[in-house]
């Protein structure tokens, strides 16, 4: 299931959007963490204060084993029950907003929560994911 983290990095790095800018830095480790998962995403935001207050990703759901693994990874940042390893302190989860084919995944109580707090949460989130041995889902 784990994508070459590398080869993830360099095809998050040269993806640009319909004005050729690349993914914004505060979602991008992320994009990387979902995509080398297997989670296939199309859009994303860091979150802006004047538009979209919070961090977002749309994720393509083609199958339900798409969504299985969305929603896999997204329970291991509330609680790995095998290994013991909690979150890091003061992050909360992040939750899906489904769409007819795609789904948005955002921070969770994100109207309680600064911003900066959601987008440093995202780099979090996405570094966590970079980190799992590729054989995290096997075990």
Not at 26 to 43: A, C, F, N, P, Y
Request: include cysteine; aromatic fraction near 10%.
């Amino acid at each position: 299931m784990a994508r070459n983290l590398e080869e993830v990095k360099r095809e998050v790095e040269s993806l640009r959007d319909g004005l050729g800018m690349p993914v914004d830095a505060k979602i991008r480790d992320l994009v990387i963490g979902l995509r080398r998962w297997g989670v296939k995403t199309s859009m994303s935001c860091q979150g802006h204060y004047d538009r979209h207050p919070y961090p977002w990703v749309m994720v393509d759901i083609e199958s339900p084993d798409d969504l299985f693994n969305l929603v896999q990874i997204l329970a291991i940042w509330w609680k790995d029950k095998d290994k013991g390893a909690s979150r890091e302190a003061g992050s909360l989860g992040w939750v899906i907003e489904a769409g007819p084919r795609a789904v948005k995944i955002f921070p969770e109580d994100k109207k309680s929560r600064t911003l900066k707090e959601m987008q440093e949460d995202a780099v979090a989130f996405g570094k966590f994911l970079q980190t799992l041995p590729d054989d995290y889902f096997t075990q």
